[in-house]
C-alpha cells in the first residue's frame, strides 16, 4: 500500500487560506484515485475533494466548490488541497487517502485502504 502523510494544517481565522499536503510513499499517484476527508469531533468522516492521477479528473463536494482546489505534482508524489475562504465549518481533522483505480473514484471513504495520519485545520470566527 501507498504511505501517506499530511501536512499543512493549522489555525486561522475565518477568510484565510491554508494549502494542504499529501507526500506519497513506496508507490506512485499513478492509476491511484486521491481523496481528501475530513471529521470534525462527534461527526462521521466525510467526503471533501479527489483527483484521479490517471487522468487528472477532478471532484469535490458541494460544501467546498470554488473555494477548494486539489491538485497534484506527480513528479513530487505529492497531493495538495487549496483552501480558500476559510469557514469555521471547515474546522476538522483533514484526511488524504488513496485506492488503486484506472477511472474511479469514491465519495465513501470505506472504499480506500491507504489513509495518512490527519493534519488539524482550526477556523475561528
Known amino acids: 500500500q501507498v504511505h501517506l502523510v499530511e501536512s499543512g494544517g493549522g489555525l486561522v481565522q475565518a477568510g484565510g487560506s491554508l494549502r494542504l499536503s499529501c507526500a506519497a510513499s513506496?508507490?506512485?499517484?499513478?492509476?491511484?484515485?486521491v481523496g481528501w476527508f475530513r471529521q470534525a469531533p462527534g461527526k462521521e468522516r466525510e467526503f471533501v475533494a479527489a483527483?484521479?492521477?490517471?487522468?487528472?479528473?477532478?471532484y469535490y463536494a458541494d460544501s467546498v466548490k470554488g473555494r477548494f482546489t486539489i491538485s497534484t505534482d506527480n513528479a513530487k508524489n505529492t497531493v495538495y488541497l487549496q483552501m480558500n475562504s476559510l469557514k469555521p465549518e471547515d474546522t476538522a481533522i483533514y484526511y488524504c487517502?488513496?485506492?488503486?483505480?484506472?477511472?474511479?473514484?469514491?465519495?465513501?471513504?470505506?472504499?480506500?485502504?491507504?489513509w495518512g495520519q490527519g493534519t488539524q485545520v482550526t477556523v475561528s470566527s
Open positions: 483527483i484521479i492521477s490517471s487522468g487528472g479528473s477532478l
Open positions: 513506496g508507490r506512485t499517484f499513478s492509476n491511484y484515485a
Open positions: 487517502a488513496a485506492e488503486w483505480s484506472m477511472f474511479g473514484y469514491s465519495t465513501n471513504p470505506k472504499w480506500y485502504h491507504s
